[in-house]
């Protein structure tokens, strides 16, 4: 068995990976942290794992995190990078959920997170667990960092496209829409039901986060610098990205036939038959991406829609899939769980 | 392995079914009936199946059904005592879902689902497929009718309290509250999105059809007839029952207690602890019920809260359930998802 | 033109006041006032107001409050009793939309609301504003209490049946419903839409703040103590209270004409035809109450059906109805506009 | 007073139609027809409506709808084209809300519509109701085709950079998500709660009816063909259309002040500040669009946010403020309800 320990684990990502982690069969979950509610039964927080997780938070300092062959961070921005450098220096595999290790860059990491970076050593050495395109090095990783949402459900909708060259790179449009979940467990107004229910709106429209996540990976599945417009959008859901990718046609090809080929060998990565649109719902509570390829009238505009979980293949479920790559269990042990619908 | 058929696998149960059995360890899905969309796979048109169930629905008088040990009925109210007489005569072991077999006192159920029973001797013959009422008898069973949504939560509720003849039992009331998934895959106006969301009402308060049958049940526990007043809800959540259920106390007790010892060695059963409020989410999409016993202000009402999944342990998780018993399977195989939260 | 003023308008009721009151063509508002949002624009907040309402939050401080013919205080429990005397003593009448002046016994308030109450002297000159109980003296008031959002689902839901005592007072029993906005614009956890979504649950059935306002309006109808069991529960819509009402029935009579002859005057209370379900929608963003009365297999049960949208008959439209009635205005102007279906 | 017939009020925007001209102080509506439910109580199908609308639905052979001075057809498809030419001819001024006359180039209108066209002649002499573009021809028609929902957001989005040729007219892209409501009040499986709560999809991004009606808009607006890419959304609200415009820049300009100017005297377009995020909710129940533009990271490509009330802008409230022009009312009368937030 494998000895698991989470930091962090009162968010979405946290409980979800409690969920997944506690039904994998290879997993023993050895230490759960939180600096807030130590001392507090996990399943008293979390009523969806009584009887099937006898677990209690602990104080980060006391739980014995070094025994553990992998951690996962499931921490705001800034911790991990605090905090995984001495467990990595101790031989444990860490698996960061959030952004610390995600850009290269490191200054350009700083510019968009508003902090210093501690740890630009282990930016270095970081592996970006996108295992569709970077499985080889995941396997060899001690430190994953675990893409974002949106930067999955993009990067896996457009890297047949780059990978071809077959279209206007400098003029990429990402327009993506995401469930309340993708903004945490976090106590805010704006994530209010009475605020969010009955209600559309897009966000961050002038820059966010995920943007240089986003535009860093194309950039390196292309070779060179892409141009990308990414506009997120918040979706009345609870789980869910549907990405909506618009792409200028610059070489002919059938890319039904190249989004197919490319995937074949992907567990994870469903593409669809022509003229499908995927919702969000086929792939909820499971680690899938869905892909439809549109070519609406023939025009030169191609259309691609890419839906994952957001907690899933956007976190937590692409995060045992990196752990599962790295201690070369199979890929999908764990991650089997059929869609739930409706 | 089992080999299972499903007649009528295209709506809401029907899909779940597909769900819990695709996973099941010990079941193999031979047939799926429907007569409307014989030759439709079944992954085009529930995609969160694609690339995990090879099946195309079969017209239902070409199937080998005959061929099967167990067969669901997932199909209107009516079409079961039509149809799985032939199969039972075949030594096929059949779960309806449907209302078919339900009711025993056969006038009284021609009076509720308005039309004639063709097979009363079927009736006589079937087992209530509640376990942790009549685990006994389902295991011997040939036929099981499996309750109905709203009567599986109400009566889990209500059974330790009539058991134990406590409550003043001329005058129960079942305040029951349901998402949309209850009225099933029906084009019906009163089930639209723009008809349904962001709106709560009663309805049925004249008389719904789970009036019988919830009072058919708790007389056979108490022994005699009781009093129910049973007023159903709709409420804009897909899956989820929610019971609040109010009780006169005509003998005191330790009621914490009474529920413990009463749902103790019950897998799918979970008491909670004094002053807990279960909320549907913590058993979405599991076989799960969770309940918690009230006495609000010291008054001599008692108010007992049970969820519980309606497609699950209101629908298909309590037919699988039911199988494995039947079967001689551990009954928890196959439903030992973690519900999915949030 | 009335001037009026409102402290704390960037919650809900707040907000719900200002899209009455700028609609209202008797009403000048002169002042809102926020303590942390002094000196933002009233519609860079709401931006459903830009353009029609120019004014900004001013420190309560700075506002000309006294200048004003009636004051709303839209502010948390305990700010009014300390802020409303000063502008009570200068001769402004006040409607304050919390909790401070409902209930009479100081020391049970002082128990449910959890403070020291700072001015017993105005509870006792408050009066109650339900003006289908109270229209007489809410005329005379200078400071009205504005009831809460259950107790007037509740109360008009009962008041027909405990004036003519035909049932059994003892047992009362309010199962209620309420959306997410009741809980009103603080940022908590529970009120996220990743845990009120797709999610249904009762809260607070231990004792819940509304339970001695109720108890002491239906006591106060009836002229003695009445017993009631009251279950709030939370659904997932914004805006709506639904209760449904338990009656033990002491004595016969047409009680759908009892209601209809009751409310036959009332503007904003509407007794549907029976075998009606009023559904919560049909009153939202409207200051109506819709009640259906059912006896249910014509048991001694009787169940009343209410529904009232939380935020205008069970917040800021009543506490405009009673302004209307307290400076002699018809008491529906500004009230009149239909509900939003669908 | 303005005398008012609707053909056809059993929808959603026959519904809308009602609740705007019912608190319209012009107009009084005379009659309301439906095939299907002559005879029935407006009120008893919309309880919203009971006690301040008190009109049965009649058949339209028997409605003396040529008494009338403006009939509203919120009908199917392919009915005013056969029923509008006759009460035309009797002088009965006609507002169509279905597609029957927005298309000019009939051949195209009867591939999109999949009907034969029986009114040509009429299709010649149609206005296309979007006042903000079409006001003088609007004053002086006889009949006006009111624009689709889509079409409303995405034109009123684009026109101020397509009047101002400074983009690329080839390849506008409009990525649109819509509201539930939209797909009407029929009984569809793809429109139930189930299907469509907690879900997001594209849909008809092969080619959706308001294709051709945006892009004959923009290409009148331009005076030669554009290019445009348009996928619309399905997103779990009822009301409310957001649409995401992107444009490729060719000449710079201040684009804040070339909208600002381009809608400052349009009393239902609200330019928003720069770096804003417009909510359908801000506009919800109201006849507002409300516009914002946005650069991001000053790149070369333009985001233009346009949200609507699909059943008001989009539908029954343009055709009111249409109604308001022909008969040279105040444009707004009728109209100027404040949005309903939350």
Request: proline share 0%; aromatic share 0%; net charge neutral.
């Given at each position: 068995m494998v000895k698991v320990g989470i930091v962090g684990g009162t968010g979405y990502t946290g409980v979800e990976l409690l969920r997944l982690l506690a039904q994998h069969p290879d997993v023993e979950i050895v230490a759960i942290t939180s600096r807030g509610d130590a001392g507090t039964a996990v399943s008293s927080m979390f009523p969806s794992l009584r009887g099937r997780l006898d677990l209690k938070f602990e104080d980060p300092s006391l739980a014995n995190l070094k025994g553990c062959d992998v951690v996962f961070f499931a921490t705001p921005n800034g911790v991990a990078m605090q905090q995984a450098p001495q467990l990595l220096d101790a031989g444990v595999r860490v698996v960061d959920l959030a952004a610390d290790f995600r850009i290269t860059d490191v200054a350009e990491w700083e510019k968009w997170y508003g902090m210093q970076h501690v740890s630009p050593e282990w930016v270095a050495k970081a592996v970006y667990g996108l295992p569709e395109f970077n499985r080889a090095a995941i396997r060899e990783a001690r430190l994953v960092a675990n893409p974002g949402c949106y930067p999955t459900a993009v990067q896996l909708g457009f890297m047949p496209l780059v990978e071809a060259g077959l279209?206007?790179?400098d003029h990429l449009i990402a327009d993506a829409k995401s469930g309340v979940s993708g903004a945490g467990r976090k106590a805010e107004v704006s994530s209010l039901f009475s605020e969010a229910a009955d209600n559309f709106k897009a966000y961050g429209?002038?820059?966010?986060?995920?943007l240089p996540e986003i535009r860093q990976g194309l950039s390196r599945i292309a070779g060179h610098a892409v141009g990308l417009t990414f506009v997120p959008h918040l979706t009345p859901l609870i789980r869910g990205i549907h990405a909506t990718l618009y792409a200028k046609i610059k070489g002919e090809a059938d890319f039904q036939a190249l989004f197919e080929n490319r995937y074949a060998d992907e567990p994870f990565v469903d593409v669809m038959p022509t003229k499908s649109h995927p919702d969000t719902r086929s792939v909820r509570a499971s680690n899938l991406c869905r892909i439809a390829v549109h070519r609406p009238q023939g025009s030169d505009t191609l259309v691609v829609l890419s839906v994952i979980d957001n907690l899933v293949k956007g976190a937590a479920g692409q995060a045992v899939q990196n752990m599962n790559i790295m201690l070369g269990l199979t890929e999908t042990v764990g991650l089997w769980q059929l869609p739930v619908l409706p």
């Open positions: 279209v206007d790179l429209v002038t820059g966010h986060r995920h």
